[in-house]
């Protein structure tokens, strides 16, 4: 004999009432307004368009069971009312009204004996929450090697950065980072190739394919920094455009860059971001020509908060990535002298204190989340461009380096892709 066995209940009369895992389900969506159920059974109950009765068997024995659900959370709209039928609902006559009124509720009964009838095993509801995307992938791209290229390389869902592929899109640097959009996408944007900042934009598909420029996508400008917010868009926001601005350009969960917002915190470049909780996010540190230690929360609308200050030593140059699910990790960078500080950032969007030796010192790196829960910090300068990588555990340890993961180069984006 193969399958699941499940444990059921010997009733007075000698048959056998099913348990939770022995119930049957009903797969016809109940939307009417009165229902008739009956005993080791369970029924998805629709009341988006009208509240709905629904009649228990008017006869039960020790051990009938039956399991309600509210299918589009909507009994808190349009609430569910029990009607048990002659036989008695947690001791009380028939003649009680019994309303079940809560979104996302569930309602497990069970028949006991005629003092007591029917009673709730659990009428527990199940929070709405978003559910942040579960990308497992990344992509490398763009930079500078001494000249500014469109190089990209693809991360797997194991770590391991691939080899070089060239030609996609405009060769910039100084910005095109990366962000994941619509849970297994992503898109580079902005920088500068050199002869000035640029405003152009390249999204890539859930199979890493990037590709090829959009332009006027906002106010042209190099040294912002991007991130995920609200499960499944992006923000752009700071940067040089000429002068440090607050300019913020937040990017929906098909793609399009919206035009500029102003007005978020102090205007600066170089500066990291990074999605931590479930659907927020956080920009700091960066460069007024002054090294900042200032940081901002970005709510799941996509508004950047006030200045926050003291989050650690004051750098730019930095990167920052989304890891263990619902934090991040802030790396690298410069104080004058380039660093391997680190510092982590718990689910509530607090930043630790500095914590060093997470490899070579660095700056203007780039940072991937993959395998769902993990991420890498990659490439940069120390003296001279490197291609080294590091990988960062779920709970933010970062190891030591890896060299040899592509062309050496710094000023590149990253962005996370594929579920």
Do not use: H
């Not at 500014?148 to 060239?166: C, E, K, Q, R």
């Amino acid at each position: 004999m193969s399958g699941i066995v499940t444990s059921n209940v010997a009733r007075a009369s000698g048959t056998i009432a099913a348990t939770p895992g022995g119930l049957s389900w009903d797969t016809a969506v109940v939307t009417g307004a009165t229902v008739t159920v009956e005993a080791a059974n369970g029924y998805y109950i629709n009341t988006t368009s009208n509240a709905c009765t629904v009649t228990l068997p008017s006869s039960a024995e020790a051990g009938d069971q039956i399991v309600l659900v509210d299918y589009a959370r909507t009994w808190a709209t349009n609430n569910v009312t029990i009607d048990s039928n002659g036989l008695t609902f947690q001791g009380n006559a028939d003649t009680y009204t019994v309303d079940y009124d809560t979104a996302g509720q569930s309602l497990n009964i069970v028949y006991a004996d005629s003092t007591q009838g029917w009673l709730p095993i659990s009428d527990d509801a199940v929070a709405d929450v978003p559910v942040t995307p579960i990308v497992n992938k990344g992509i490398f791209a763009y930079g500078y090697t001494g000249s500014y290229v469109s190089t990209s390389n693809l991360l797997s869902n194991i770590g391991v950065i691939a080899a070089d592929v060239t030609g996609v899109g405009t060769a910039r640097g100084y910005g095109a980072l990366g962000a994941n959009y619509g849970g297994d996408k992503g898109i580079f944007a902005f920088g500068t190739n050199g002869d000035g900042v640029l405003g152009m934009s390249n999204l890539v598909s859930n199979l890493g394919v990037v590709a090829s420029d959009v332009s006027a996508v906002g106010t042209a400008r190099s040294g912002l920094a991007a991130t995920t917010y609200g499960t499944d868009k992006a923000i752009y926001a700071y940067g040089d455009a000429g002068g440090y601005v607050t300019t913020r350009n937040l990017v929906s969960n098909s793609g399009v860059v919206a035009s500029d917002a102003s007005g978020a915190g102090t205007a600066r470049q170089q500066m990291g971001a990074a999605g931590y909780g479930t659907d927020l996010a956080v920009y700091a540190y960066g460069s007024t020509g002054a090294y900042l230690n200032v940081k901002n929360l970005v709510n799941n609308s996509g508004v950047i908060a006030a200045d926050v200050t003291g989050v650690g030593t004051a750098r730019n140059g930095i990167r920052a990535v989304r890891y263990g699910g619902d934090k991040a990790i802030f790396a690298y960078g410069s104080t004058g002298s380039i660093v391997s500080l680190k510092n982590l950032v718990n689910s509530s969007g607090v930043i630790a204190s500095d914590a060093t030796g997470v490899g070579t010192a660095r700056t203007s790196l780039s940072a991937c989340r993959y395998g769902e829960d993990k991420a890498v910090f990659a490439y940069g300068f120390t003296s001279s461009v490197v291609s080294l990588k590091n990988l960062v555990s779920n709970s933010g340890v970062v190891a030591a380096d890896v060299s040899g993961v592509g062309t050496a180069r710094q000023q590149l984006g990253a962005s996370e892709y594929g579920y």
